[in-house]
């Protein structure tokens, strides 16, 4: 199973290290992604040196009686590490990226190292794939894994290029819905516009000024024909 699983090289050395140290305590354990998920943690985040000298010195000093399952596990050894080193810019791999830690739920993580990658990946690919499972959903994962797969292109980079360009389109679909929703509530607007009613008092009243105003329209270009003599 671990072989099935892909990891990054420096995680692949820890597992290792620590499925040894498991074997010389005779405690039997077992590998799931968000172990895999947790080391990549590690690695991204400090010097993987470091994070193997640490665990080894840790592991010496409990004696053999009091070694457990848990004592073997990333998800164990992530808050060690965190707690000795968070604030030692020494031993930081990446000070200026965000790495995002524990998930509910580790189905995208798993369909990467499971499904689609075929071999171990670097550091910075790490960081990649700590980024995607954390900000993009998992159908948007696997439809992204199946383009590559399709094209024969096993690299996360391509993943992360495909999903990249899916989510400028949606936003450049959604940009232009809308532009064209605020012109609709626009014209809605328009035609909303509150409407003069009258009553039919002021209708006559109206209709009255019309009349009077066209009788003295006629008035005045009378009296004019006249003085000018006309007939």
Not at 35 to 50: A, L
Not at 207 to 229: A, H, P, Q
Request: one cysteine or more; hydrophobic letters at 35%; a positive charge.
């Amino acid at each position: 199973m671990i072989q099935e699983m892909k990891m990054s090289r420096p995680s692949r050395l820890i597992i290792n290290e620590l499925n040894k140290l498991a074997n010389q305590s005779n405690v039997q354990g077992f590998l799931v992604p968000a172990h895999i998920y947790m080391c990549d943690y590690m690695i991204i985040k400090y010097n993987y040196v470091v994070i193997l000298n640490t665990i080894r010195s840790h592991i010496n000093n409990i004696q053999k009686t009091n070694r457990q399952y848990k004592h073997f596990t990333p998800i164990y050894w992530y808050k060690v590490i965190d707690n000795i080193f968070k604030n030692n810019n020494n031993v930081r791999f990446n000070i200026n990226n965000i790495v995002y830690g524990e998930m509910n739920d580790y189905n995208s993580y798993n369909h990467i190292i499971s499904k689609f990658l075929q071999s171990d990946y670097s550091q910075q690919d790490a960081l990649k794939i700590n980024t995607l499972v954390n900000t993009t959903n998992q159908s948007d994962i696997v439809s992204a894994c199946k383009i590559a797969i399709q094209n024969n292109v096993y690299n996360i980079s391509y993943v992360e290029a495909i999903i990249n360009n899916e989510k400028q389109k949606r936003e450049s679909e959604a940009l232009k819905i809308k532009i064209i929703n605020d012109k609709i509530h626009e014209s809605d607007q328009l035609l909303n516009t509150k409407t003069q009613y009258h009553t039919p008092i002021e209708l006559a009243q109206i209709e009255y000024n019309y009349e009077k105003k066209r009788e003295d329209i006629l008035l005045e270009l009378l009296v004019d024909k006249l003085l000018k003599g006309d007939k």
